[in-house]
């Protein structure tokens, strides 16, 4: 394998060290490196883009090392919101802030675009891992590629939705003596499992987890909806089988399994992509 692999993640990510760590032993010395968001605010860059729209980008870390589009094998995309802090809270300064802020962030999204086939996580223009895609997207998508999904929704008062279906519970956004048929508006949820909740994680063309086998091709058609090839779904029981309850598009990379299944797709795009040397 040749380049760097690049670790993008907040401090104390727990699944960034982890893969960190898997990765040791498969590329050389100095061949997976974390960032953090104040390192790269830190760093000094050049970010060019030419008339045909190609962007090409050098990055100077406060530590003296240089990396540009040659020397990038891959990138663990764990940047966990905003890349760049804003800091100041009113003012001329917190206009300023804000402006500084909103060109980072839109530096680091088009060096991330610009590296798109190696960059595993989502890619978007906000510059972080969970993009444009909420929660309530994602399991939409779901639905639609065929995954059993828990019902989610709301009512202006608890008596338009009738009894709680198995699997679910009805939350009054209020305390309110009236029971089920007051005017109080309520979030239908799913239930709270019992039991930790099943995952199953989609890195590459790989699927992991209990219910891989039942799933797995309908995850890896997710996959191709949201735009992403690693990401964790979650289920809770509901009877015999199990519905999905969230999808998280930044996963918790606290299996050991999924650690080295996510080292094993870094090391794969990092040896088959090609790098511009100009």
């Known amino acids: 394998m040749s380049g760097t692999v690049l670790l993008l993640a907040a401090p ?38 030419d008339g045909g729209g190609e962007a090409s980008t050098r990055i100077t870390l406060p530590t003296g090392r240089v990396l540009d589009d040659a020397t990038v094998g891959a990138v ?23 402006y500084r802020h909103t060109e980072r962030q839109a530096l680091v999204a088009s060096w991330l675009l610009s590296l ?11 510059g972080t891992a969970h993009g444009t895609v909420p929660r309530t997207t994602a399991l939409v998508h779901a639905e639609r590629c065929g995954l059993p999904v828990a019902r989610r929704g709301g009512a202006t008062r608890g008596g338009l939705v009738g009894p709680p279906l198995p699997g679910e519970r009805h939350v009054p956004r209020l305390a309110w003596p009236g029971g089920p048929a007051s005017p109080v508006p309520v979030d239908v949820l799913p239930e709270e499992p019992a039991a930790p909740h099943d995952r199953l994680l989609v890195a590459g063309d790989r699927v992991l987890g209990p219910r891989a086998d039942e799933h797995g ?3 890896l058609r997710l996959a191709d909806a949201l735009g992403t090839r690693h990401f964790e779904l ?16 930044c996963p918790r990379l606290d299996d050991p399994r999924h650690v080295e299944a996510t080292a094993a797709l870094l090391s ?3 040896g088959r992509t090609p790098r511009r040397t100009g």
């Open 12 to 49: 104390g990510d727990g699944g960034a060290a982890a893969v960190a760590a898997a990765l040791s032993g498969r590329v050389g010395r100095g061949g997976v490196l974390t960032l953090t968001p104040a390192d790269l605010v830190r760093a000094r860059w050049s970010h060019r883009v």
């Open 217 to 219: 091709e309908r995850a």
């Open 76 to 98: 663990l995309h764990r940047l966990p919101g905003p890349p760049f802090a804003v800091g100041a809270t009113n003012g001329r300064d917190a206009k300023d802030a804000l």
């Open 268 to 270: 794969a795009v990092a």
């Open 234 to 249: 979650r289920f809770a029981p509901l009877g015999t089988g199990a519905v999905v309850t969230d999808v998280e598009l």
């Open 116 to 126: 798109a086939p190696r960059v595993i996580g989502l890619v978007s223009a906000y």
